[in-house]
């Protein structure tokens, strides 16, 4: 069965602090897809990064970066010089092929990122 | 506004009563998935539409959970005789058929049952 798991329940920061938000994760599947959502205070869920698992080219968005490690089985993700309006619960997660040709998303707990000024 | 919309944004109901959730996908999406998240937790699974046809169903989408994708394009999911533990915020994501299948989440209905 897929699992991914977010060790990290809350982290609190201090605005321009770099954070890393950890994420590992356990599948059989030799080709799958990795995630990152963002959850505000609003509560709609917001996109952020997809990796496929043939690609483990570290990945960097502006403040965003994201390291993939496939022998480790983990994809964290790391804000450099975090600001308040980071604050949120951010989510990784993981897809599993399903009937069709969907992928169902397996998510973790998710870690509550609050950065204080 | 192109996004994933779903109505109501909130409903309260008493235990037993049914009610009933409303998705809109983007328009020229044809997947389109439900899930539940519970206060702490993250999204669980609950259904997924290609088009009109359910394909998948979890195991937590109990009898008395029914959705429906009528023409391929909203869809609803229903509750009947709600128990507290239904209690939830109902998300509705939509994606393309490519290789990529990104989700785009809607903004949720949260669910009270007192």
């Known amino acids: 069965a897929q699992k991914v798991t977010q060790a990290q329940t809350e982290i609190s920061v201090v605005e321009k602090e770099d954070v890393t938000l950890d994420c590992v994760y356990e599948?059989?599947?030799?080709?799958?897809?990795l995630f990152w959502y963002k959850q505000p205070p609003s509560g709609e869920l917001v996109f952020l990064i997809r990796r496929n698992s043939f690609d483990e080219q570290n990945e960097i968005s502006g403040r965003y970066s994201w390291n993939f490690q496939k022998s480790t089985s983990s994809f964290n993700f790391t804000i450099t010089a975090s600001q308040v309006v980071d604050s949120a619960v951010y989510f990784c997660?993981?897809?599993?092929?399903?009937?069709?040709?969907?992928?169902?998303?397996?998510f973790g707990t998710g870690t509550q990122l609050k950065v204080e000024l | 506004d192109t996004g994933v919309s779903q109505n109501p944004r909130h409903k309260i109901t008493k235990r037993g009563q049914n009610v009933t959730f409303r998705c809109d996908p983007i328009?020229?999406?044809?997947?389109l998935y439900w899930y539940r998240q519970t206060l702490g937790q993250g999204p669980e699974f609950l259904t997924y539409f290609q088009n009109e046809a359910q394909l998948e169903k979890s195991r937590l989408l109990s009898d008395r959970f029914s959705a429906e994708r009528p023409k391929g394009s909203f869809s609803t999911l229903e509750i009947q005789r709600t128990e507290q533990g239904d209690s939830a915020m109902y998300l509705c994501?939509?994606?393309?058929?490519?290789?990529?299948?990104?989700?785009?989440f809607g903004p949720g209905t949260r669910l009270t049952v007192l």
């Open positions: 599948t059989r599947d030799t080709t799958y897809y």
């Open positions: 328009s020229e999406h044809n997947r």
């Open positions: 997660a993981l897809s599993e092929a399903i009937t069709g040709g969907g992928n169902k998303l397996t």
């Open positions: 994501a939509s994606s393309l058929v490519m290789i990529y299948n990104e989700q785009f």
